[in-house]
Every structure is written in structure tokens, then in C-alpha cells.
């Protein structure tokens, strides 16, 4: 910094001696003692905490990898299961593996052993506690169309009120479903208002308003 006689133009500053750059130089080192004191009393004073967290932030580290390592490796390990599973036509080995992965994985597997199986118990559970809603609507046609002889046409409806929503992908084929159902019953009124709505219906698939088509 700037003394006040540099800063004035009109006086000189005075060139320093061999003893002020002797001061100079003490005083630099014994800032520099000062500060290296100060450290070693601020280390000294944290040095535990500051271990600690070091070691924390290396724990965390550390786990993270491993969980992601492990993730993958029961990623791999649920594929090759399943693939094995369905090689061997195995129900049971896909029963089980739906019970310990998730998602869309256990949801798959569950329904690959209803169809090697038949068992409409594997249904039952995944329409109602499947992962995604894919296949547990995929669940509650299937159970229409198993038991759908004993029920009416407002139980199909009821039952099938989940997919009665266009974010299904099933939602088309349900509500064919239940117009089927309320014309096998003879209420031709209330099935031939769904079908009018399906085949008027500008996104409905091609097939679904075929099939409409042919039921009026």
C-alpha cells in the first residue's frame, strides 16, 4: 500500500536503510510464527472433528460405490434368474423372484408365472398390489375375461373402474369389455352408448373401433 508522502507528488518518500529491511524481514517472520501458531492451536483445538468428518465423508463415499455395485450385480442376478426361470418354465422360480425384486421386474415375473401356471391367485395379487399400473390393469382384464360369466354387467364396470382412465393403455379394451358385458346381459342400451363413444373416439386404436363397429 501507498504511504501518504508516496501519494503526494510534492514529497518524496524516504529510501529505506539496511535496518528497515532488517525490521521488515523480523516482522514478516514473526507474522508468519503468529499464523503458524494459531494453526496449529486451530488443528490441535479440531483435530478430532475435523477427523471425524473426513472419515464420515469417507464412509459415505465408500458406501455409495458399494451400493451401487450391489444394485447392478442384483440387477444382473434378477435378468439371468429370470431368464433361467422362463428357459425352464418354471412357475415357482418366477413366483419368487417377483416376491424379491420390484417395480416392473416382480411385476413381469408374477405374470409370467400366471400364464405358465394359470393360477388366477397370481392375478388377484398383482391387480391389486402390482408395482405399475400397466400390469395390474393388464391383471383385471384378465380376470374379466376369466371370470366374467359370473358377474354382472355393473360388477365388470365396478372392477374395472381403475382402467376406465386414458393413462391406461387398457383403457380401450376395457371399456369394449364392459359394452360386450352390459350387451351380453341385454341392456343393448347401455353397451351401445360405449361403443358410439369408442367409434366416435379420434385416438381409439383401429382394431377397438372394429371391433365396435361389429358389435352394433
Do not use: C
Not at 30 to 46: A, G, I, M, P, S
Not at 99 to 122: M, P
Not at 151 to 178: C, I, N, W
Amino acid at each position: 500500500m501507498a504511504t501518504m508522502l508516496e501519494r503526494n507528488k510534492k514529497v518524496k518518500a524516504p529510501k529505506k536503510t539496511r535496518e528497515d529491511y532488517a525490521e521488515d524481514a523480523l516482522y514478516r517472520e514473526v507474522w508468519e510464527e503468529v499464523n503458524n501458531e494459531k494453526t496449529q492451536r486451530f488443528l490441535k483445538k479440531y483435530s478430532r472433528p475435523l477427523i471425524a468428518g473426513a472419515l464420515a465423508i469417507l464412509i459415505v463415499a465408500t458406501g455409495i460405490q458399494i451400493g451401487v455395485h450391489s444394485h447392478r450385480a442384483a440387477k444382473i442376478a434378477a435378468a439371468q434368474n429370470y431368464e433361467t426361470a422362463i428357459e425352464n418354465r418354471d412357475a415357482n422360480a418366477l413366483a419368487a423372484l417377483a416376491e424379491n425384486t420390484s417395480g416392473a421386474t416382480s411385476d413381469l415375473a408374477l405374470f409370467q408365472a400366471y400364464l405358465l401356471d394359470g393360477d388366477v391367485n397370481k392375478l388377484e395379487k398383482l391387480a391389486n398390489d402390482g408395482h405399475t399400473r400397466d400390469f395390474r390393469d393388464l391383471a383385471r382384464i384378465h380376470i374379466v375375461n376369466i371370470r366374467g360369466d359370473k358377474m354382472s354387467a355393473d360388477d365388470v364396470e365396478k372392477y374395472l373402474a381403475p382402467v376406465d382412465t386414458k393413462k391406461s393403455p387398457y383403457y380401450y379394451t376395457a371399456r369394449l369389455t364392459v359394452a360386450q358385458k352390459y350387451l351380453a346381459d341385454g341392456n343393448r342400451d347401455a353397451g351401445m352408448k360405449i361403443l358410439d363413444k369408442i367409434v366416435a373416439d379420434k385416438n381409439a386404436p383401429q382394431y377397438v373401433v372394429a371391433s365396435a363397429a361389429a358389435l352394433r
